[in-house]
RNA sequence: GCACCGAUAGCUCAGCUGGAUAGAGUACCUGACUACGAAUCAGGGGGCCAGGGGUUCGAAUCCCUUUCGGUGCACCA
């Protein structure tokens, strides 16, 4: 049940009617119409802009459109006012029996409350974290997990075919460090005193991965050439890294469905097919860049090579898919993944990157929509750079002086609850401050808790209830009579769970989970507000004495929160809490 | 030099793709615990929406421009 939608098709038939009745032009586009909360409660339930935006296209003034309308809206018996307001609006009240029956319908589907069609079942692919599988993750790292799983769940729930996935870069010269990093692990687990000389990573985590080398293959790989070893040893690590990703992903919830490795494009024809097809379209030549503007860097020399003309979809500049000794370049592999993605079906990708990856965002748009026709919409988002500090002091990350803080330490550190909801609550595209201490306050300087307390109120009522003998049992509250609400302060309550299923569309339909986690305060907000007011007014009071249908009402109403709050932190990947004694 | 992102209350941020008098939290000032959890609530002050132009009935929101911050800029991934 959406009310919002209920009373947007509303307004629609009656313009549609208005229409047929020679009120209002018949080519009219109806696209703009909205139906939304007032932002002053004072005006009323809901309003909507229809006089104002058909004005122009009907060659009428809105207040004439917004008359005809009014009456006809104010005809149906949901509706008991529809006034013509300022420049044009059009605000209604509704029935309180009409935001009420919202109540029993939330209780009755749990955490599928809010539940939409509106993704029609679209395959969509949503890749994210994609770290080099050279080490274990970190905090950029898990924002962008956070944020991806977020919006997976989110689409999910908005009625979209969703796949988590993973694209691990395995292909290329980084791998080869790793496996030379791992060797002199292996070498020091034989007993040799090695060196890390620039080049290679001297993270620690490498040594279990040496040990195990060592276990597998005993000493003798020692003093044997690198060609004897290395490509077993980039198997090895590079498996070993994935073991740790995928554990660090689990611990802050995280788990994939597809992950995909670029080394399995090579030697499978897919890279050349993708820029078969690319070149089919006239979008492959050999050519010669031009040297970037401004600063020319030091050993630049014009070179030909095979290059990629993404100027044509949108890019700045043409983009080498080979370099100049003909192998490819990291584009190519991942123009194929993507085209692999393409040929798997999906109706919608959906990339999320780290801020410092924004240089490929045309790019990458530039080859999905050269290779599936501008068919298959690609949205890219950046994830800001997360700040870190501590005592108000920013917190510089520094792998050699052992500062540097891995999603293992944050999870450790704050948890997986903490973590996650503080980094959708904010935009993706804004930089995020993440204070150690702030986080881990659990007082009403962090929203995280004053959601969860809301929840464990809740529940403490529930418990209060049931001691007191009062069922409330799900069918017990469902069959509750909510005509003994009908208090202001409880409408208000009322009408707040109601905007959830118009919020979710809005966040699927704009990618941005961190409105859930906003929407999630301001609920809490109208509950606190109303648990609080029955301090001076006793009849707000949810259990009230040898009342027990009121009082099931009143539980009916506020477990229709819990219910909502269950199914927005579920979204969010955050562990409702029953109780925070 | 170019591209992308950001700039909204002292501070941290929302602002529902153009709507009504721009909102929360925090901090500061007042009040509310002898009944459901005070990790809460009620009230108050606090704004040139970075600056300037434009588009229109109407702009924090769209376009242009300037300033300041962040990120990235030939074969590395």
Known sequence: ??????????????????QSEGTLPADL??????????????????????????????????????????????????????????????????????????????IKTGNDFGRS????????????????????????????????DALASLLDFAGYNVTREYYINDGGAQVDVLARSAYLRYLEANGQEVQFVDGTYPGDYLVEVGEDLKAKYGDSLVGKPESEWLADLREFSTAAMMDLVRKDLASIGVKMDVFFSEKSLYGTGLIETALDNLD??????????????????????????????????????????????????????DIAYHYDKIE??????????????????????????????????????????????????????????????????LVKLVGA????????????????????????????????FYVQYAYARINS?????????????????????TSNLGHDAELAVARKIAEWPRLLELAAKHN??????????????????????????????????DKIAVSQAKISLIRAVSVVISAGLGILGVTPMEEMR
């Open 512 to 545: 941005e989970p961190h409105r859930i986690a906003f929407y999630l305060y301001e609920l809490a907000s109208e509950f606190h507000s109303l648990w609080n007011r029955g301090k001076d007014d006793p009849d707000l009071r949810f259990l009230q004495d």
């Open 344 to 409: 798997r079906g999906f109706d919608e990708l959906i990339d999320i990157l780290g801020a410092d990856h924004g240089g490929y965002v045309k790019r990458m748009k530039a080859a999905v929509s050269a290779l599936s026709d501008g068919k298959v919409p690609l949205d890219i988002k950046l994830t800001q750079l997360v700040r870190l500090y501590k005592n108000g002091e920013p917190f510089k990350m520094s792998k050699r002086a052992g500062t540097f803080i891995t999603l293992h330490d």
């Open 417 to 448: 609850d903490v973590t996650r909801f503080v980094m959708l609550t904010r935009k993706n595209d804004a930089p995020l401050d993440f204070d150690f201490d702030k986080v881990l306050d659990q007082s009403k300087d962090n929203p995280v």
């Open 1 to 18: 049940m959406n009310l919002f939608a209920d009373i947007h098709s509303l307004v629609i038939d009656a313009l549609t009617q208005m």
């Open 29 to 106: 586009d109806f696209a703009n119409v909205t139906v939304e909360p007032p932002r002053d409660a004072l005006h009323g339930d809901m309003a909507t802009n229809a006089a104002m935006v058909l004005a122009k296209a009907a060659r009428m003034k809105p207040r004439d459109i917004a008359d005809t309308l009014a009456i006809k809206l104010a005809a149906d018996d949901r509706i008991t006012s529809a006034d013509v307001a300022g420049p044009g609006f059009l605000n209604l009240r509704l029935a309180p029996d009409v935001w009420l029956s919202v109540i029993p319908d939330a």
């Open 461 to 481: 009522v529930l418990r209060k209830a049931n001691e007191a003998g009062i069922d409330v049992s799900e069918t017990a509250l469902i069959a509750s009579d």
């Open 117 to 148: 069609t509106m993704g029609g079942g679209k395959k969509v692919n949503v890749e994210y974290v994609s770290a080099n599988p050279t080490g274990p993750l970190h905090v950029g790292h898990t924002r962008g997990a956070v944020f991806g």
């Open 280 to 333: 089919a379209k006239g979008l492959i030549y050999q050519g010669t860049l031009e040297p970037p503007k401004g600063k020319l860097p030091d050993d630049w020399e014009p070179r030909e090579q095979t290059l990629f003309k993404s100027t044509e979809h949108g890019d700045d500049v043409d983009r080498p898919v080979k370099k100049s000794d003909g192998a490819w370049t990291y584009f190519a592999p």
